[in-house]
């Protein structure tokens, strides 16, 4: 039975991987999606295809959320395309490609996903709620040591999380909820095979200390559920692996 009938949602990021599985649960339990994408406009329009089969709605958005206007451009999209806005998903994520700048991890994951609230918190109604991704090994980074390869990255998105975090007063003003999902290593991402790249071993190391990791489909249904799940503004779900992370911490 369809639970998010006559809601629209935003995926950030929502082209492959975890936020098009996000996306293709989102749309089967009745939510209209914005599919994100930056530069892989083939591999966004085969996921809304893929929604609309299935007798979803779904629109692709080209847009890059580090640039000036590629928030308002999503938000843009939602209201348009579907008459507005009620859920947002903060998928994107990255910075440990080679080619974007050494600044480009802090201005994806932490200043990009303030921009991207700021922008969808002018048109999302009291009862909305925003859901962003992040992993144990950036949410637990100030506490517990993590890959040298990967540091980075952690830091940026445990900048975005508190920049997200420090949001909240305003988000609850206007009735919106924030919800922080942090995962494991999930099997098969782009991170995790950049990763094993750099440190060869580094999954299979993670995997028996966890005991056994997420994969992406499995990922996604955590993040899908906590879309409405009755928690309060500010909660953190801990998806798999984290007692160590917590022991640690």
Do not use: C, W
């Not at 994806?108 to 009291?126: C, I, K, S």
């Not at 992993?135 to 445990?158: D, N």
């Amino acid at each position: 039975m369809a639970t998010l009938e006559g809601t629209t949602a935003i995926v950030t990021g929502s082209s492959r991987g975890i936020g098009a599985d996000v996306a293709t649960q989102l749309a089967a339990q009745g939510a209209a999606v914005v599919v994100n994408y930056r530069q892989k406009a083939p591999r966004a329009t085969k996921v809304v295809a893929g929604i609309e089969a299935a007798g979803g709605r779904a629109v692709a958005v080209g847009a890059d959320l580090t640039a000036p206007d590629g928030p308002a451009a999503l938000v843009d999209a939602a209201v348009t395309s579907f008459g507005g806005l009620d859920l947002l998903v903060l998928n994107a994520s990255g910075g440990m490609e080679s080619t974007m700048g050494e600044d480009y991890a802090l201005r994806l994951n932490r200043d990009a996903q303030v921009a991207m609230l700021t922008a969808a918190v002018e048109v999302m109604p009291p009862g909305s709620r925003v859901v962003f991704i992040t992993s144990h090994q950036a949410h637990f980074v100030e506490k517990v040591e993590t890959m040298e390869a990967y540091e980075p990255v952690a830091r940026s998105k445990r900048a975005g999380e508190d920049a997200l975090r420090a949001m909240i007063p305003e988000l609850e003003a206007k009735g919106i909820s924030l919800v922080v999902v942090s995962g494991d290593m999930i099997e098969g991402t782009v991170t995790a095979t950049l990763l094993d790249r750099a440190a060869p071993g580094a999954i299979e190391a993670r995997r028996q200390e966890a005991g056994r990791l997420y994969s992406v489909a499995e990922f996604a249904t955590e993040i899908v559920r906590m879309v409405t799940s009755d928690v309060p503004t500010g909660h953190t779900e801990y998806v798999g692996g984290a007692e160590d992370f917590l022991a640690k911490g």
